[in-house]
């Protein structure tokens, strides 16, 4: 049996991982689940799961959950705020910690967890994007797997899977190119928070879905990617495939391209951490071919899309950099969200506040975390 907690249970990730956790009884068994603010969601959660360790973002809802799970007979122990991620990421039960938080707060958590010495299956990319050099440091000191679960990172991994470093030669990270990628400037300018949550392929978050909009997701992912397989930024390749089917490929020297194709279904990816080294058989819907359409792929217009264009600068100048980036677009995406700004202010406001940092080279987590705070401050003042 395989005991896991899931940070995020209420999203969009956390919810899905439970699907797969479903489907497997007999050797997945939860036993801590955090969450934000969904406290019927995570009392439904507690009742079909019953969990040793819950928690929830404020104490008023950890209250009213302990009320209604006691009345049924559910006593897991009931924390709230960050002391409650980190104990849900710290369960002594668990073996694996699912991070599906979204934003820097999966940080602090996923750093308590590595600490705890517990296998990582990451979902939290901004863990990567804000503190890339730091985590990847604290997992080898305490020899942690770092797995995986974005399915574009899942395929890279995949296709890395039995060859050597030695031979790679780029890594082509696909992107859906979101729901605009027809439109120009000037459509652009009146994109709403309503047309930009409409994904054509994929079932995600809020946040998650506005990045795939603007294609900061993509830039995220690069930066990702370049911590969780050690290359050069100049070795990793965007390239749109609005058909979703090719989750990413891996381009050795010899001319090679490996690709992973599959159903754009998050529970794939999410699978595979979890079951890692090996494959399950599931009831998941499974790519049929011969229903493909066709496979088209298109390089990215960083001219309508200047956000992965910040993301590449921010990772190669490291440092702080990709912290500022990572805030910002927190901030920027939350006020359109909000009706508080336009769409293509979304990336002004990442840059402005980029450009008013003071770099450093090398921080550490507190200046990370201080870094974090200012440029949230910063960007807000752009709204």
Not at 337 to 346: E, V
Request: a negative charge; charged letters at 20%; one cysteine or more.
């Amino acid at each position: 049996m395989k005991y896991i907690s899931i940070l995020g249970s209420t999203g969009s990730i956390g919810r899905q991982t439970l699907e797969v956790v479903d489907q497997f009884p007999d050797v997945l068994q939860v036993v801590a689940l955090a969450a934000g603010r969904n406290r019927e969601k995570l009392l439904e959660q507690c009742l079909k799961h019953k969990p040793l360790l819950v928690s929830l973002q404020l104490e008023e809802d950890a209250m009213w959950l302990k009320e209604k799970l006691n009345k049924d007979k559910v006593t897991p122990e009931i924390f709230y705020g960050l002391d409650g991620l980190i104990a849900a990421a710290t369960c002594p039960e668990a073996a694996v910690v699912v991070t599906a938080l979204s934003g820097a707060m999966g940080l602090i958590p996923t750093c308590s967890a590595i600490k705890a010495k517990k296998q990582i299956a990451l979902a939290n990319k901004e863990t990567l994007v804000a503190a890339g050099q730091y985590v990847s440091k604290l997992a080898a000191v305490n020899e942690v797997q770092i797995l995986p679960v974005d399915s574009e990172h899942s395929a890279i991994w995949q296709c890395l899977n039995g060859e050597k470093k030695a031979a790679l030669r780029k890594i082509q990270l696909t992107a859906s190119g979101g729901p605009f990628r027809l439109l120009n400037r000037q459509e652009l300018e009146q994109v709403t928070p309503e047309m930009a949550l409409r994904h054509p392929n994929w079932s995600m978050g809020q946040k998650i879905t506005i990045d795939s909009a603007t294609l900061m997701n993509k830039g995220l992912e690069v930066i990702e990617a370049k911590w969780l397989f050690n290359v050069d930024y100049d070795d990793i390749n965007v390239v749109v495939h609005p058909q979703s089917i090719i989750h990413s490929m891996v381009e050795f020297g010899d001319g090679s391209i490996i690709a992973h194709l599959g159903m754009p279904d998050m529970r794939i990816p999410i699978q595979y951490a979890l079951s890692y080294p090996d494959r399950w058989f599931n009831r998941f819907p499974k790519l049929n071919l011969t229903e493909l359409n066709g496979l088209t792929f298109e390089a990215p217009d960083t001219s309508k899309f200047p956000a992965l264009a910040l993301a590449y600068a921010a990772g190669k100048q490291g440092g702080t950099a990709p912290v500022v980036l990572n805030a910002a677009n927190e901030v920027a995406v939350q006020a359109f969200l909000a009706g508080q700004i336009k769409f293509m202010q979304i990336p002004a406001i990442v840059e402005n506040t980029l450009n008013n940092h003071q770099f450093l080279g090398s921080p550490e987590l507190e200046e990370i975390l201080e870094i974090d705070r200012w440029a949230r401050q910063e960007a807000r003042k752009f709204i």
